[in-house]
Each structure stands twice: as C-alpha cells, then as structure tokens.
Nanobody
C-alpha cells in the first residue's frame, strides 16, 4: 500500500512562506507523477501543482504561478511545495497525491483529482494575520 505523508503546514501571516513536504517511503519517484491539491472550506478540491515522474516538467494553477515552486529529492523520496507570498485565499487543507506513470514527462492538476490514485491525509495551511 502506497503511503504519502504531508508535513510542514501551519499558521503563517499574509506575505509569509511555508514549505510543504510529501514523503513517500520506498517509492521510486521516477515511476510516479506527484501532484498537490488543496481544499478550502465550502469549496471543491482544486489542483495546485505537479511534477512529472521524469522530474522534467512541472505545472501550476494560475493562482499560484510565480509564488509556489514544486521540487523533489529522489534520494529522500520527498516532494516539496515551496509557498511564498502567501495570501489568505491560500488557506486550505493541502494534499499530495501520486500517479503511477513510469518516466512520464507529463503531469496534470486538472479537475478535483487529476489522474492520481494514491492520496495523503492532508495538512492544514492557514494564512491569517
């Protein structure tokens, strides 16, 4: 059973930064695209960012492009989401998810779940003064 564990969430003031981590123990990241999604209270889950299994390509939803950066450390089996210039509207539960797509150069965060079959438990990010 694939296990994804998010960490790094919390409370931050507007304009601040957080770095989320998605640990995937025992996973060969070159076989999996990893996506980040979020769900705010009363809203549908939305895609935020993804990194392809090849590690070459990344995608961002327009509302976070230029502020968020996705990256990964294959040796640590961890994917990161660096979030800068945070806004109150970034407040949500953030989820990482995995899609089995060996060496694929493609990833997607379209829709409420994209192509992802494996999900973490989620972690709260609150942006408030």
């Amino acid at each position: 059973q694939l296990q994804l564990v998010e960490s790094g969430g919390g409370l931050v003031q507007p304009g601040g930064s957080l770095r989320l981590s998605c640990a995937v123990p025992g996973l060969f990241l070159n076989y999996y695209g990893i996506g980040w999604f979020r769900q705010a209270p009363g809203k549908e889950r939305e895609g935020v960012s993804c990194i392809s299994a090849s590690g070459i390509n990344t995608e961002y939803v327009s509302s976070v492009r230029g502020r968020f950066t996705i990256s990964r450390d294959n040796a640590k089996n961890t994917v990161f989401l660096q979030m800068n210039s945070l806004k109150p509207e970034d407040t949500a539960v953030y989820y990482c998810a995995a899609d089995y797509a060996p060496y694929s150069a493609f990833c997607s965060v379209i829709g409420t779940k994209g192509p992802y079959d494996y999900w973490g438990q989620g972690i709260q990010v609150t942006v408030s003064s």
